[in-house]
């Protein structure tokens, strides 16, 4: 039974069919908004907070079985590494090997650079393409970081997350 787009239209508006199994009338829904206004209400609360108490753990935490943010820094600070660092002249080395541009970074540079990675997670897309912004709203949501979290588009559907 083939029939014009205005038939059917006019069909699930009287019938009231919206897939969901339930048949019902369009005029039985409340339609009306209903808003909450704040009360300004001022008053003096006292909450005891246990000092030690255990923080959440991130799934990031999880995965690489360490602190992250305060804890992560001070860790760093005393095991020696240093957050400012200046280039020294041999620090970085470019040569051309067969018409080839190569850079060549000392173990110093190196390390910094791997330190900085390792925080970084590589996402691919697959199936619909999303924004950026629906891409964060959605890392958000779904694994609720601690820290902010950086995204960097890269071509083909790649996103780098930096925690």
Do not use: C
């Not at 200046?86 to 470019?94: F, P, R, S």
């Not at 540079?109 to 330190?115: A, N, P, T």
């Amino acid at each position: 039974m083939i029939g014009t787009r205005e038939n059917m239209l006019s069909t699930s508006q009287v019938s009231g069919n919206d897939g969901g199994g339930s048949d019902h009338l369009d005029d039985d829904r409340n339609t009306k908004k209903v808003r909450f206004k704040e009360r300004n209400v001022e008053e003096v609360t006292t909450m005891a907070v246990d000092p030690e108490s255990q923080l959440n753990i991130s799934w990031k935490e999880k995965l690489l079985g360490g602190p992250t943010g305060a804890a992560a820094a001070h860790e760093e600070a005393s095991m020696g590494i240093e957050l400012d660092f200046e280039l020294l002249e041999g620090d970085i080395k470019t040569s051309v090997v067969d018409g080839i541009p190569a850079i060549d970074f000392s173990d110093q540079v190196k390390e910094i650079l791997f330190k900085e990675m390792e925080l970084t997670v590589i996402i691919k897309l697959l199936g619909r393409n999303i924004g950026y912004n629906a891409l964060h709203n959605r890392i958000l949501f779904l694994w609720k970081p601690i820290n902010p979290i950086q995204i960097m588009d890269i071509a083909n559907d790649y996103f780098l997350v930096k925690f």
